[in-house]
């Protein structure tokens, strides 16, 4: 597999999560989506409205993250979250499940959570992506945690925060694409910062990708031929 420029463009959630992101830092990025043709550009809840404003007419949508990112705020808040969101342009929404109680077995508190958001996403006709933190989880873990948030009506399922103990790995994306089978999205994201390694995520059946490093990405990758 060897995905051109523009290709592997199509993958790419070109992504600013930093805490000290300036309003210049966030329209550069959306400047660059915009020109390299990103699938989205993902941010923070408040910069939503500026980004959506930012995207208009490009075709690049406009992605934020809920719970985020250590996914232990109450289901009514990842909801009120979400819906103002939503309100303000959000094209797509990365929620964080509620990891502890993942480890601690509790699955339907973890589907429950789940549902809410995906319905207020889906009653707005929006994709719903769910975070699993796949360092802090076991291969079994992963498994269970895809299948809950398959069965809760989520999009896509994603690996990481980028904010943990470690990012994507090929061996959780493998894991997560047997769970959830051909027809569920697959998100791998943190740690991904070169060609070779956005290569390796979608051959072990990723089909989004969100990363920072977009522009070095891409610079990596073969010409589009006219």
């Known amino acids: 597999m060897e995905p051109t420029k523009s290709e592997l463009a199509s993958y790419l959630d070109?992504?600013?999560?930093?805490?000290?992101?300036?309003?210049?830092?966030?329209?550069?990025?959306?400047?660059?989506?915009?020109?390299?043709?990103?699938?989205?550009v993902c941010v923070n809840p408040?910069?939503?409205?500026?980004?959506?404003?930012?995207?208009?007419?490009?075709?690049?949508?406009?992605?934020?993250?809920?719970g985020f990112p250590l996914g232990a705020t109450t289901t009514a808040s990842k909801v009120a979250e979400t819906a103002e969101a939503l309100a303000n342009g959000?094209?797509?929404?990365?929620?964080v499940i509620n990891v502890g109680e993942l480890k601690a077995g509790n699955d339907a508190a973890v589907q429950a959570d789940i549902e809410a958001v995906a319905g207020t996403v889906h009653e707005a006709g929006k994709l719903l992506k769910v975070i699993l933190e796949t360092c802090l989880l076991t291969d079994d873990e992963i498994r269970r945690a895809s299948g809950l948030a398959a069965a809760a009506g989520t999009d896509f399922v994603k690996t990481?925060?980028?904010?943990?103990?470690?990012?994507?790995?090929?061996?959780?994306?493998?894991?997560?694409?047997?769970?959830?089978?051909?027809?569920?999205?697959?998100?791998?994201?943190?740690?991904?910062?070169?060609?070779?390694?956005?290569v390796e995520m979608l051959e072990a059946g990723a089909d989004r990708l969100g990363v920072s490093a977009s522009l070095a990405i891409l610079a990596g990758a073969p010409d589009d031929v006219a």
């Open 14 to 40: 070109h992504t600013l999560l930093k805490q000290d992101a300036t309003v210049e830092a966030v329209d550069r990025v959306v400047g660059e989506a915009r020109e390299i043709g990103a699938a989205s």
């Open 46 to 66: 408040y910069w939503v409205s500026r980004v959506s404003e930012g995207l208009a007419g490009s075709g690049v949508r406009t992605c934020t993250v809920v």
């Open 90 to 95: 959000a094209d797509e929404v990365d929620m």
């Open 160 to 198: 990481s925060t980028g904010f943990s103990i470690g990012g994507a790995k090929a061996h959780d994306v493998a894991i997560m694409r047997e769970a959830v089978g051909p027809d569920l999205g697959v998100k791998a994201s943190g740690g991904i910062h070169s060609y070779e390694e956005a």
